[in-house]
T-cell receptor
Framework: EDKVVQSPLSLVVHEGDTVTLNCSYEVTNFRSLLWYKQEKKAPTFLFMLTSSGIEKKSGRLSSILDKKELSSILNITATQTGDSAIYLCAVGNYNTNAGKSTFGDGTTLTVKP | DAGVIQSPRHEVTEMGQEVTLRCKPISGHDYLFWYRQTMMRGLELLIYFNNNVPIDDSGMPEDRFSAKMPNASFSTLKIQPSEPRDSAVYFC?????????????FGSGTQLSVL
């Protein structure tokens, strides 16, 4: 059974700090790793990482996939209160139909003014 | 596009009652997923459809849960009879058939409270 573990479970920082969120996985026949941000309700897509695209960046957010260590990190620099959310990591494998990703429990990030 | 649309946003019901949750996926998306989120168990996949056909319902907790997708633009998740332990946020999500189809588009969810 596929497994995704995120750490830490929760994190409290102050505006301007840099944070690193971790995601490790055990997946048969790895296909992709996705990061989502969940504010209030619906998760929204941030990044997708695959064997052919192991590093993504968008503004203050960046993510790297380490296939050797079976893990990924999500970095947020110069954090803002609007970054407060649950960050979810999901992993897909080629043995199942696309979209049937396994989700981690998430990291709850709180950014204080 | 309006995105994935779910209704109702909130549902409060009493134990034993039937509950029906509704979802309209993004037009053109071929996959539809029903997820449940709780503090204890996180985000769990209940069932998913491809081209209106149920592909995997192994996540459906028990026979009290059923899901249908009569056409490409509508799906329902029904709980009958409902129990307090069914209280959770239920998300519908959709994705397309093509490349990078692991990327899910989620609806706003239905907050279900069973008293």
């Amino acid at each position: 059974e596929d497994k995704v573990v995120q750490s830490p479970l929760s994190l409290v920082v102050h505006e301007g700090d840099t944070v690193t969120l971790n995601c490790s996985y055990e997946v048969t026949n790895f296909r992709s790793l996705l990061w989502y941000k969940q504010e209030k309700k619906a998760p929204t897509f941030l990044f997708m990482l695959t064997s052919s695209g192991i590093e993504k960046k968008s503004g203050r957010l960046s993510s790297i996939l380490d296939k050797k260590e079976l893990s990924s990190i999500l970095n947020i620099t110069a954090t803002q209160t609007g970054d407060s959310a649950i960050y979810l990591c999901a992993v897909g494998n080629y043995n199942t139909n696309a979209g049937k990703s396994t989700f981690g429990d998430g990291t709850t990030l709180t950014v204080k003014p | 596009d309006a995105g994935v649309i779910q209704s109702p946003r909130h549902e409060v019901t009493e134990m034993g009652q039937e509950v029906t949750l509704r979802c309209k996926p993004i037009s053109g998306h071929d996959y539809l997923f029903w997820y449940r989120q709780t503090m204890m168990r996180g985000l769990e996949l209940l069932i998913y459809f491809n081209n209106n056909v149920p592909i995997d319902d192994s996540g459906m907790p028990e026979d009290r849960f059923s899901a249908k997708m009569p056409n490409a633009s509508f799906s329902t998740l029904k709980i009958q009879p409902s129990e307090p332990r069914d209280s959770a946020v239920y998300f519908c999500a959709s994705s397309w058939q093509g490349p990078a189809n692991e990327k899910l588009f989620f609806g706003s969810g239905t907050q279900l409270s069973v008293l």
